[in-house]
């Protein structure tokens, strides 16, 4: 199943990329901001930080080595210290697929966590 779940990761993110020509070479700030899915996962990206946000498991670690560059960001996630440890080491890629869309995709040796996420940008906040 882990060996499926990978393939069909890849190809999902390939035929994104496909679909968005246009970002390559994308300046990084594009990059930068809230990303969310339906289910209540949250990225936040700035120049130097990445955190993530999950409404149903509860916040994960934060990003590592974050790395941004034609609209691409790479970094790493450690699971091995936290309430999940068998999720392990991840390395993530999060692409910019258009301006109101992204995808994370994340590569790893544990168990129990999704190898890829389709992402929008997340609602701003009202102030009543």
Known sequence: MSRFCKGLAALLTASFLLAAPGV??????????????????????GPEAIRFRDRQM???????????????ATYSQDFR???WPHIGLLDCTLRLLGPNAAAES???TGYGYMPFFALKRCPQDVIS
């Open 58 to 72: 509860g916040d994960p670690p934060a990003g590592t080595n974050l790395k941004i560059s034609d609209g691409v």
């Open 106 to 108: 994340c590569t790893g």
């Open 24 to 45: 390559r070479g994308a300046e990084p700030e594009r990059l930068y901001g809230s990303w969310c899915d339906e289910t209540g996962y949250r990225i936040d990206i």
């Open 81 to 83: 210290t936290s309430p």
